[in-house]
């Protein structure tokens, strides 16, 4: 997305990425950077994040009025973001306003955990101005709950939602995940139901991956924990696909659903999070807080993961960064070539199975033809039945959804 000023100058309108890596306890399949019982360090780290984002938005371009750098999109992720307290938050967004002009009805969204909440906590969320959450459900079934090591149950989902209606949310995503050892399709179809009673305005499903380095990895490895079926996970997934067609949900990302505008099949929601959005159409967004990854101004970067540090090079750093956009949190830095730009504009645009991509957005954007650059990798995976061609749309197929690694991969 770019902003264009009445003396024709385009400057682009950035998302906002914030990591906060606390959590009471880190589940056994999560590969996020994350960390338990150092919650007593969230002042610390609240203060150094402000930092950051005073650093990195008083470098951002401005327009030619001299106005702010634009956002439209605001993402607190986790970590558990809601164990920050109002005040916290607040300060946050007086460093975000002071840094960044918002643009009107700026989608600004929340990771929660539920059981982390209460209406008076998120009733001070809101007046904030957090206008959009997204609960880490992930299963309806007890059994599976503790077995992800989950602190919650779906009586707590229950009460969560309850209250963040009743304190004036009305954008909520319910996250789930399938795949799960020793899960059942009748266990899923029961998970699902019990989320759509719920009327979510937008859904997330993942399936399960064993991560190296997490406890799910390393008992899976040693025989410990069943392994996923893959088939059983793939029938779970097109079921899915087909359930929420039903309930009036357009699947818009391949792991995400928003509820229609309208019931006459309307393929477009305002509900689609314009967040992930910005990350499927390779836009830019600017990263803050610890491990917290960005892409802007022709970089990927990347911060330094532990709290301790982070917190340590905001307030002790001796050179001002002056690089738009790293800060001196930024441990990791890449400039970006062109074949970089074109090959993940393929994996990220690909994902969004019903806008895929188009030669017109392709050759805006780069200045070459996508069949001069791709045709031969695009030919191959239509004979193969993994895309389409549509119009001028080349998208996944069905099948190319449940095989979208393969896909990928011809253009990396």
């Not at 077995?147 to 004036?168: C, P, Q, W, Y």
């Not at 305005?201 to 025989?223: C, D, M, Q, V």
């Amino acid at each position: 997305m770019n902003f264009t000023c009445e003396c024709g100058k385009t400057s682009p309108v950035y998302s906002l990425y914030l990591h906060i890596p606390f959590c009471t306890h880190r589940c056994a399949y999560c590969d996020f950077n994350t960390y338990a019982g150092q919650e007593d360090m969230i002042p610390a780290y609240v203060e150094a994040l402000c930092k950051e984002i005073d650093h990195v938005g008083s470098r951002a371009e401005r327009s030619a009025s001299g106005d702010k750098a634009q956002a439209h999109t605001i993402f607190f992720g986790g970590g558990t973001p809601s164990l920050l307290s109002p005040p916290q938050f607040d300060s946050i967004f007086k460093s975000i306003r002071a840094a960044f002009t918002l643009t009107p009805g700026c989608e600004i969204t929340i990771e929660a955990n539920p059981g982390t909440v209460s209406y008076e906590n998120l009733l001070e969320l809101r007046k904030i101005g957090i206008n959009r959450i997204s609960f880490g459900v992930q299963s309806a079934n007890a059994f599976e709950l503790q077995m992800l090591e989950r602190a919650h149950n779906f009586f707590d989902v229950i009460e969560a939602v309850t209250s963040a209606r009743k304190a004036g949310f009305d954008n909520l995503n319910l996250d789930l995940i399938y795949g799960l050892p020793e899960q059942t399709l009748d266990s899923w179809q029961t998970t699902v139901n019990r989320i759509l009673d719920l009327h979510p305005e937008h859904i997330s499903a993942y399936a399960l991956t064993l991560e190296h380095g997490t406890p799910f990895g390393r008992w899976a490895s040693k025989g410990l924990l069943p392994l996923p079926d893959p088939d059983l996970a793939a029938e779970m997934y097109e079921w899915l696909g087909e359930t929420l067609d039903a309930n009036g949900y357009v699947h818009y990302e391949i792991s995400n659903w928003a509820r229609s505008n309208s019931e006459f099949g309307n393929q477009n929601s305002e509900f689609m999070c314009q967040h992930n959005l910005q990350y499927w159409r390779s836009l830019p967004y600017l990263a803050f807080g610890a491990g917290a990854h960005g892409y802007a101004d022709g970089y990927r970067y990347s911060n330094v993961l532990r709290i301790k540090t982070y917190i340590e090079r905001m307030n002790n750093y001796p050179i001002p960064i002056s690089q738009f956009p790293l800060s001196p949190a930024t441990v990791n830095q890449h400039k970006q070539t062109l074949k970089d730009d074109m090959s993940e504009y393929m994996l990220n645009n690909l994902r969004l199975v019903q806008a895929g991509i188009t030669e017109a957005d392709f050759r805006s954007r780069f200045g070459s033809g996508l069949m001069e650059v791709y045709g031969k990798e695009i030919e191959g995976l239509i004979r193969l039945g993994l895309l389409e061609r549509d119009g001028g749309i080349i998208r996944l197929t069905q099948r190319g959804r449940l095989l979208g690694n393969q896909v990928f991969l011809r253009f990396v």
